[in-house]
């Protein structure tokens, strides 16, 4: 059964504090890993799709990146605006079903 | 990407009652799902909704409580029927724009509470 865990569950930053939030998961053949970024009340907004170890993609401040267990978002010198839930989610080779995570709360004080 | 919307955006509905969420789509997509996400949770896929054909739905969710229609491309909605306040979350329709792109893309929500 495929699987995300996602860590830290939450995570204070002060603007220009750089970090990384972590994805891991468990899957028979990735297809894809997917970054989203959720405000509150809102619907997930699609941020990057990795496909393959070793691969990474940046928007702005934020790069991710991909190894054949876990994903890393990267957020360099963030800002207030950065802040919200960030969604993990992988879909496996057998499926076109989406697994997510938890998702890890991030918030960033000015 | 596509333009995802859908009505209505919240609603506070009593116990035993019907509601029938909306999800209409800028341009015609492949694949169209609906998703569940309770408060502080994450996603849970209720079900894909198929172009002509009855949903598929997940373990743990059946026709009879959340019955799906999608008569076109571009349109589906999904019910969720004799409510209870366990059905309070929001529902997320998602869509795969085309076949040779696996990005699922979310429309904005329909907060639902139940008393």
């Known amino acids: 059964e495929d699987q995300v865990t996602q860590s830290p569950e939450a995570l204070r930053l002060q603007e220009g504090e750089s970090s990384s939030l972590n994805c891991s998961y468990t899957?028979?053949?990735?297809?894809?890993l997917f970054w989203y970024r959720q405000d509150p009340g809102k619907g997930p907004e699609f941020l990057f799709t990795?496909?393959?170890a070793g691969e990474e993609k940046e928007k702005e401040r934020l790069k991710a990146t991909l190894t054949k267990k876990e994903s890393f978002l990267h957020i360099t010198a963030p800002k207030p605006e950065d802040s919200a839930t960030y969604l993990c989610?992988?879909?496996?080779?057998?499926?076109?079903?989406?697994?997510f995570g938890p998702g890890t709360r991030l918030s960033v004080l000015p | 990407s596509a333009v995802i919307s859908q009505k209505p955006s919240r609603d506070i509905c009593q116990r035993g009652t019907s509601l029938t969420i909306q999800c209409q789509v800028d341009s015609q997509v492949t694949m169209m799902f609906w998703y569940r996400q309770q408060p502080g949770q994450s996603l849970t896929l209720i079900a894909t909704a198929n172009q002509g054909s009855e949903a598929t739905y997940e373990s743990g969710f059946v026709i009879d409580k959340f019955p799906i229609s999608r008569p076109n491309l571009t349109f589906s909605t999904l019910t969720v029927s004799n409510m209870s306040p366990e059905d309070s979350s929001i529902y997320l329709c998602?869509?795969?724009?085309?076949?040779?792109?696996?990005?699922?893309?979310f429309g904005p929500g329909t907060r639902l509470l139940v008393l």
């Open positions: 899957v028979s053949g990735l297809r894809g």
């Open positions: 989610a992988v879909q496996g080779a057998d499926g076109q079903n989406f697994v």
């Open positions: 990795l496909y393959s």
């Open positions: 998602s869509v795969t724009p085309r076949l040779a792109e696996e990005t699922q893309y």
